[in-house]
């Protein structure tokens, strides 16, 4: 049994693998193919049939993508939008748990307000991972990226707090909401005290124990688990405990890792989370056919015409919210008039329509309880299958079209940050002539009497100039920016040569693997910086 599981896991990481090398020959986002392409196989005879423990997902899946989403996440940009993310993670997956639950209610035969509840806070927070997806390699403002990363940090909180409530309510008949809003708050509250407790413990190790590069990574592997499990014994929020712990060890981080350490946690951290989040969208799609088996009462025309005017309404409901969201505070705020810029009708509209549904609403469906006070669960089956739909319909629709309306708005032509390129080159000048100052003040003596750090001052110096003459490239006209991508174009050839005749070495054995490996790296870091410049996306 146990060599069949793990046969089946590596068979389905490999079709993650082909379906992603595909959906980027295609120019596709991977989660949309790799949903269709687990739909297609869910329906392929003779392959096994796949049901997901939602356990699973909670537990494995849930924790280290949330990490990894609040790690990368700028605090600054998160505290500086921190109104739109709130109305969003927040007001709006209230607000469209509400409007679904009514809806449903009156739609669905036998479909009670509590189990209406069920479903909208099932399918009220959208997918980060999908719309990054979708917007990588296209230029948008960075203020729409920060409030969609905002806001998947906290929604997956707030629409799983509203789905624990609804499905209390369903098991007991009872529903407070004096005694909701209290835990609420409760919760949300412990969850991030608990997240910041945890988080400190994983700093202290990191900060005053002799521990090494894997030691590190190791850990920070294991913070967001710990995260995770602390807050979920004592029935607080474990998504606010992994997102606030993640956050305070992200802004301390370079205060405890050095550089070998961030070398290495970001190389597997981008393996994990690749790897984590294929399989979560191929499993989506393998769902499909196990909840249209369990239908029962229910045609699949029925089931499919609620799921698609539930997803209507979903996506109706997010546009109709964002634009008083982003416009009623400027109209009775000055203080926010003055300090930001108006968001115009196009940054609202590629918010709105960036709504993409995904993990967090499929492990909530699963996990449903088969049975209430002894009998099976009412709708669960009908709930999982409407789901499902919305899934398909926000990733799949919205997915594919996203792209085409940020080109007909012409949204990336109204950033107004400063090009990344540009930044990048100022703060490597002023990262040097930090290091002249130091090197001047403090190593006088040194530089005239050993040529070596005589030379490292020199090699600042050249580089000073280098980037100075790299930032007018970027401010100036086409041929001195042409001038800058034929010195990256010559820069990569030589390191091609370098890396042949590392090869070379390693053929005749003319030095130590472990020397070659080192000058090997050092290459690579060279080329990676090049290709981020010519490359930023």
């Given at each position: 049994m146990l060599h069949e599981n793990l046969l089946l896991i590596l068979g389905l990481l490999f079709a993650v693998f082909l379906l992603v090398m595909l959906g980027q020959k295609l120019r596709i986002s991977y989660p949309i193919f790799l949903v269709l392409g687990g739909l297609v196989l869910g329906f392929v005879p003779g392959l096994p049939r796949i049901a997901i423990e939602p356990d699973l997902i909670f537990l494995i899946f849930l924790p280290p993508l949330l990490y990894e989403a609040a790690w990368y996440t700028s605090w600054r940009d998160f505290w500086r939008w921190k109104r739109p993310i709130g109305l969003l993670a927040f007001g709006l997956v209230l607000f469209t748990s509400v409007i679904v639950a009514y809806?449903?209610?009156?739609?669905?035969?036998?479909?009670?307000?509590?189990?209406?509840?069920?479903?909208?806070?099932?399918?009220?927070?959208?997918?980060?991972?999908?719309?990054?997806?979708?917007?990588?390699?296209?230029?948008?403002?960075?203020?729409?990226?920060?409030?969609?990363?905002?806001?998947?940090?906290?929604?997956?909180?707030?629409?799983?707090?509203?789905?624990?409530?609804?499905?209390?309510?369903?098991?007991?008949?009872?529903?407070?909401?004096?005694?909701?809003?209290?835990?609420?708050?409760?919760?949300?509250?412990?969850?991030?005290?608990?997240?910041?407790?945890?988080?400190?413990?994983?700093?202290?190790?990191?900060?005053?124990?002799?521990?090494?590069?894997?030691?590190?990574?190791?850990?920070?592997?294991?913070?967001?688990?710990?995260?995770?499990?602390?807050?979920?014994?004592?029935?607080?929020?474990?998504?606010?405990?992994?997102?606030?712990?993640?956050?305070?060890?992200?802004?301390?981080?370079?205060?405890?890792?050095?550089?070998?350490?961030?070398?290495?946690?970001?190389?597997?951290?981008?393996?994990?989370?690749?790897?984590?989040?294929?399989?979560?969208?191929?499993?989506?799609?393998?769902?499909?056919?196990?909840?249209?088996?369990?239908?029962?009462?229910?045609?699949?025309?029925?089931?499919?015409?609620?799921?698609?005017?539930?997803?209507?309404?979903?996506?109706?409901?997010?546009?109709?919210?964002?634009?008083?969201?982003?416009?009623?505070?400027?109209?009775w705020s000055a203080r926010i008039r003055n300090n930001e810029t108006s968001p115009g009708w196009q940054g609202p509209l590629v918010l709105g329509w960036a709504g993409m549904r995904g993990v967090v609403s499929l492990a909530a469906a699963l996990s449903i309880p088969l049975l209430a006070n002894g009998q099976p669960f009412p709708q669960r089956n009908l709930i999982l299958f409407i789901t499902f739909v919305v899934i398909l319909v926000t990733l799949v629709f919205q997915g594919l079209t996203l792209p085409a309306l940020i080109r007909f708005t012409k949204l990336s032509q109204l950033d107004e940050a400063v090009p990344p390129e540009e930044q990048e080159a100022g703060v490597r000048l002023r990262l040097r002539k930090a290091a002249i100052a130091h090197l001047k003040q403090q190593y006088a003596t040194e530089m005239g009497g050993n040529k070596l750090v005589a030379r490292l001052h020199q090699r600042m110096e050249s580089e000073v100039q280098l980037t100075a003459q790299t930032l007018a490239s970027i401010e100036c006209d086409e041929s001195q920016r042409e001038a800058l991508h034929q010195y990256h174009r010559v820069l990569l050839d030589v390191l091609r040569v370098q890396r042949d005749e590392l090869f070379q070495m390693r053929r005749h054995n003319v030095f130590e693997d472990e020397v070659l490996r080192q000058q090997e790296a050092q290459l690579d870091l060279d080329e990676a910086k090049v290709l981020h410049i010519e490359h930023p996306e």
């Open positions: 809806v449903a209610q009156a739609m669905i035969p036998g479909f009670t307000l509590a189990l209406g509840f069920l479903l909208g806070g099932i399918i009220s927070p959208p997918d980060a991972v999908a719309a990054t997806s979708v917007l990588k390699g296209i230029k948008v403002p960075k203020r729409v990226l920060a409030i969609l990363g905002g806001e998947s940090l906290l929604n997956d909180a707030s629409s799983l707090i509203v789905f624990r409530f609804a499905l209390a309510a369903v098991l007991s008949g009872t529903f407070v909401w004096q005694q909701a809003a209290t835990s609420f708050l409760l919760t949300s509250s412990m969850g991030i005290v608990v997240g910041v407790g945890t988080a400190y413990v994983f700093y202290s190790i990191h900060k005053y124990l002799p521990t090494t590069p894997s030691i590190n990574t190791a850990l920070t592997l294991m913070a967001p688990y710990v995260m995770y499990l602390v807050a979920e014994e004592f029935h607080f929020s474990g998504v606010l405990a992994v997102v606030s712990g993640g956050l305070l060890l992200s802004f301390f981080s370079h205060s405890v890792f050095d550089a070998s350490t961030r070398l290495q946690a970001t190389g597997v951290w981008a393996s994990v989370s690749f790897v984590l989040n294929g399989l979560v969208f191929i499993l989506i799609g393998l769902q499909l056919p196990i909840a249209v088996e369990g239908l029962g009462d229910y045609s699949l025309q029925q089931a499919i015409s609620y799921g698609l005017i539930i997803s209507v309404i979903v996506i109706l409901i997010r546009l109709l919210w964002i634009y008083p969201a982003a416009f009623l505070p400027r109209l």
